[in-house]
């Protein structure tokens, strides 16, 4: 389990394919410390285990069904990613519960700047945008955020000035893919009134129009 709190940026240092899988080469600092091989640790929201570790970086492999869907495909030596180490027992939970199971991607189709705060919207496919809901929560590349807004094709975060100093948001552009995990606790609400209404003989389409299908 992860917070989306971002402990601090690393730097990918090489992407090498080997048969079935790509081990990623991570530089970092402070999440190092104290991590032993088989710990978990987020990257860009993706939950990685530590396989091999070195002075100020560690090692991972990325697994088929992982490269096919989320942004670490394109990655490539030099990306600045955010870190996070998985959370202990008694620890703070400052943002929210997060998995590091990217559930999908979204891609950037706008940035505002309002002094000094941004104002990002996210596509999303409908399989995606069904689970959010405004004043909710959601992981954007392993950020914890809240939803500002929620249109018809995507959703709106509002990014303060400590958030971008302090995470690789500030970076994004328009038309960048970004990793995207559902708040664990509306995927499960959702997933089960559409059940419960499904075994009680409504269809798909009763479904839609009852309003679950944009909950």
């Not at 396989?51 to 989320?70: I, M, S």
């Not at 992981?139 to 709106?156: D, F, H, P, Q, R």
Request: glycine share 10%; proline share 1%; hydrophobic share 40%.
């Amino acid at each position: 389990m992860f917070t989306g709190l971002v402990e601090e940026t690393g730097r990918i240092a090489a992407v090498r394919s080997h048969d079935g899988y790509h081990r990623l080469t991570i530089e970092a600092d402070t999440v190092l410390q104290g991590t032993r091989v088989d710990d978990s640790i987020a990257v860009d929201g993706v939950c990685l285990t530590v396989v091999k570790l070195e002075k100020g970086r560690f090692y991972a492999d990325v697994v088929r069904e992982t490269w096919q869907k989320t942004t670490v495909s394109g990655w490539r030596s030099g990306r600045r990613v955010n870190l996070e180490r998985a959370l202990r027992m008694g620890d703070r939970l400052g943002g929210h519960v997060m998995q590091g199971h990217v559930d999908g991607t979204g891609d950037i189709r706008s940035i505002e700047k309002l002094g000094s705060n941004h104002i990002i919207f996210v596509n999303l496919s409908r399989p995606l945008l069904k689970y959010m809901a405004a004043k909710g929560s959601v992981g954007i590349n392993g950020v914890s955020l809240t939803i500002a807004e929620k249109t018809g094709t995507g959703i709106a975060v509002s990014l303060i000035p400590h958030t971008l100093e302090q995470t690789t948001l500030s970076s994004l552009h328009v038309g960048d893919a970004v990793n995207v995990e559902i708040d664990i606790m509306a995927k499960q609400i959702v997933t089960y009134l559409e059940s419960f209404l499904e075994q009680d003989g409504l269809n798909a389409e009763k479904i839609k129009k009852l309003g679950f299908d944009n909950v």
